[in-house]
């Protein structure tokens, strides 16, 4: 049995043989906190302990760090939310120019709100 961690659609998720087992949520925490988490698991999972503890010890990391730690960290998740406001804001208006099948002008635009939901 093959047991990782991957990230899919913006959330950390644990696989075993390629499917999905669990969904690490990220609930009431801000994106920062989250990113360090899902960083965090990534760095130091082992599929031999529960999954459970391992994602309190990752909250216990975010924790500890310093404020201005924190803050770097939610200075970079802000920049890229913002990045990711700005490209699908800029590929939206291109996208509302092109001529072309509505029906596929449909599923691109939803492609790219889509992709910018994963910075949300």
Known sequence: ???????????LHVLEND???????????????YKHMCAWMQTNFDPKLNIHEQWTHARIAWDSLSLSNQTAVWSIVNYETQSAKDISEGL????????????????FKKAIQNARDIFE
Do not use: W
Not at 1 to 11: A, F, H, K, P, W
């Open 1 to 11: 049995m093959v047991t990782r961690l991957e990230v899919i659609d913006g959330s």
């Open 19 to 33: 499917e999905v087992i669990h969904e690490f949520e990220r609930g009431p925490l801000s994106r920062a906190a």
């Open 92 to 107: 939206l208006a291109t996208l509302h120019g092109y001529q072309g099948c509505a029906n596929v002008k449909e599923e």
